[in-house]
C-alpha cells in the first residue's frame, strides 16, 4: 500500500488517506497559537477563497457535527476568525472535480471505508485530523508515508492544533494549551474571596467523576478504587451508579454547590492528551484533579488544578485533598485564576484557513507519520504508585 501511495504521487500526485504529520517539522518553526476574539483586516493576498473538504466523517457525524452540509465565510465571521475567506463541506461535488479542493481533512483516527481520491492537483493539502490518543488510533499510519501536508490533533506541535479547550485573558488572546504559555505566575498566593470562601464551607461531598470508558489502559478505575479506600468518590455514567447527564444545568450547579474535586482522569497517558474533561470542570467551581500523560502548565495556569503524578503514591495524593477539604481558606485560592482568564472553545477550522491562506510554493510531505504519532507518544506506567 505504501508503494503504491509513492507511485501515485509521482505520476500525478494521486493519493490516498491516512494520518499524518512530518516528523522533521519543517513546518513548526512559524506556527502560533491564534486567538479568535478580534476580527482581524485580510490582506490581498487572502482574496482567493479556499475550499476545505470534509472527504471523510467524523466518526458517526458526516459534517463533522455541523448543522449544515456546507458553511461559507459568514460562518468564520460569525466565529470571529482572523481570516475569514474560506469554504468547508462534506460536499465533494460542491466544486467540479476533487481536485479542485485546496484541502481535503481525513478523519485519520479511524479506518474508513472510501477509497482514496482519485486524483489530487499538485497545490492540494491532505490533513490528518485526530482527536484520540495513540492508544486508540486505529488506522493503519504505517500506509501512509508521503501521503499527508498537515496535521489537525491535539498535540501541541501539530500544524494546526486542535484542543479540547482553551483558556484565554478575560479581554484578550489565548494563552494555553501552548509550548511557552506565559502564565501569570503568583496570582494565588495571597487570593481571598468571601464569596467563593461561603461556597467552599457549604460544599458536602468530597468528589465526582464522569466516565463512560470503563477499563481504561492508564488504570484510572483502579486508581479511584484506591482512592475510595480513603474519600468519597461518586462515579457517575456507564462506569459507576450516579446518574446525571453531564454538560446539563443540574449537573453543573450541582459540580459547584456540592463537589469539592471533579476527578478528570484520563483513558491514555500520552503526551499532551487532555481532553474535555478539564476544561468542563474549570468551567465550574470545582478544583479539578487530574491524571494523564501532559505537562499540564502548558494547558493551564499554576496552581488551578492537582496533579496526580505530582505525588508518590495515593495516600500523599488523599491526604492533600484531605487538607484543603479542611482549609476552605487555602481552597479557595485554586480558583485565582478565574479573575485573570476564561475557558473558550478551540476553532481548529480558523486556524487551518488562516494556513491555507498562508501557504504557497510546493506542498511538504509527512515521511513517517506513525513514529511521529506513535514512537515514545505515551507512558506505559504512571508515575503514583496504586
Given amino acids: 500500500m505504501k508503494n503504491i501511495h509513492r507511485g501515485r504521487l509521482a505520476i500525478l500526485l494521486t493519493s490516498g488517506i491516512s494520518t499524518f504529520l512530518f516528523v522533521r517539522h519543517y513546518a513548526n518553526s512559524d506556527k502560533i ?16 477563497t479556499k475550499y476545505i473538504l470534509l472527504y471523510t466523517s467524523y466518526f458517526d457525524f458526516i459534517n463533522w457535527d455541523r448543522s449544515k452540509k456546507t458553511k461559507g465565510p459568514d460562518f468564520f465571521r460569525s ?3 482572523p481570516v475569514t475567506n474560506c469554504v468547508i463541506t462534506s460536499q465533494p461535488d460542491l466544486l467540479p472535480s476533487i481536485d479542485s479542493f485546496d484541502a481535503l481533512v481525513f478523519n485519520a483516527a479511524e479506518r474508513w471505508p472510501q477509497p482514496i481520491p482519485p486524483l489530487r492537483s499538485p497545490s492540494q493539502l491532505y490533513v490528518a485530523a485526530i ?15 508521503d501521503f499527508f501536508n498537515l496535521t489537525m490533533t491535539y498535540r501541541l506541535d501539530s500544524d494546526v492544533p486542535w484542543s479540547y479547550g482553551q483558556l484565554a485573558e478575560i479581554n484578550g488572546a489565548v494563552v494555553g494549551p501552548s509550548e511557552r504559555a506565559l502564565w501569570l505566575k503568583s496570582g494565588f498566593r495571597n487570593y481571598a474571596n468571601q464569596t467563593l470562601l461561603g461556597l467552599a464551607r457549604n460544599k458536602t461531598k468530597m468528589a465526582a467523576q464522569y466516565v463512560s470508558h470503563c477499563g481504561a489502559i492508564s488504570g484510572r478505575d483502579k486508581l479511584v478504587k484506591e482512592i475510595q479506600k480513603s474519600v468519597q468518590v461518586d462515579v457517575f455514567g456507564n462506569c459507576g ?7 446539563s444545568p443540574r449537573c453543573s450547579r450541582m459540580l459547584t454547590d456540592e463537589y469539592r474535586f471533579y ?25 479539578p484533579v487530574v491524571f494523564g500523560g501532559a505537562d499540564y502548565i502548558k494547558f493551564v495556569p499554576p496552581h488551578s488544578v492537582i496533579n496526580v503524578q505530582d505525588f508518590e503514591s495515593v495516600k500523599e495524593l488523599v491526604n492533600r485533598l484531605k487538607f484543603l477539604a479542611d482549609n476552605p ?30 501557504s504557497g510554493g510546493k ?9 511521529w504519532w506513535h514512537e515514545d507518544a505515551c507512558q506505559v506506567k504512571a508515575k503514583i504508585e496504586f
Fill in 329 to 358: 481558606e487555602e481552597y479557595v485560592k485554586y480558583f485565582w485564576w478565574k479573575e485573570h482568564y476564561r475557558v473558550v472553545r478551540n476553532l481548529p477550522f480558523c486556524e487551518l484557513c488562516r494556513v491555507l491562506h498562508g
Fill in 263 to 287: 476527578f478528570a482522569f484520563e483513558n491514555s497517558l500520552c503526551r499532551d492528551y487532555v481532553t474535555e474533561k478539564l476544561f468542563n470542570a474549570m468551567d465550574n467551581y470545582i478544583i
Fill in 33 to 48: 497559537t491564534a486567538s479568535y476574539d478580534p476580527i482581524v483586516e485580510e490582506t490581498p493576498s487572502q482574496n482567493n
Fill in 79 to 81: 466565529t470571529k476568525c
Fill in 363 to 371: 506542498p511538504r510531505y509527512y515521511e513517517d507519520i506513525r513514529t
Fill in 241 to 247: 451508579p450516579m446518574r446525571c447527564p453531564l454538560g
Fill in 131 to 145: 482527536l484520540e490518543s495513540p492508544a486508540h488510533t486505529t488506522h493503519v499510519l504505517e500506509e501512509d508515508g
